[in-house]
């Protein structure tokens, strides 16, 4: 399966992690987000396809 094609949401999903509620994000840290980008996106991504990937050893 190409994990890379997957969106965040399917790769969540994939692995349960949909099932979990999300932190609360303050004003300041949204502000932040909105200005300089989310910068740990892309970082998570990877992480989340590595974990399935071991999971599927």
């Known amino acids: 399966m190409d994990y ?3 969106s965040t949401k ?3 999903k ?3 992690l949909d099932q979990i509620k ?3 994000v303050s004003a ?3 502000t932040v987000i ?3 980008g989310d ?3 892309e970082w998570y991504r990877e992480e989340l396809i590595k ?3 071991e999971d599927k050893r």
């Open 4 to 6: 890379k094609r997957m």
């Open 14 to 16: 994939l692995i349960g």
């Open 51 to 53: 974990l399935i990937r």
């Open 10 to 12: 399917e790769l969540e």
């Open 39 to 41: 910068v740990f996106s």
């Open 34 to 36: 909105r200005a300089e």
């Open 28 to 30: 300041g840290d949204e």
């Open 22 to 24: 999300p932190i609360q």
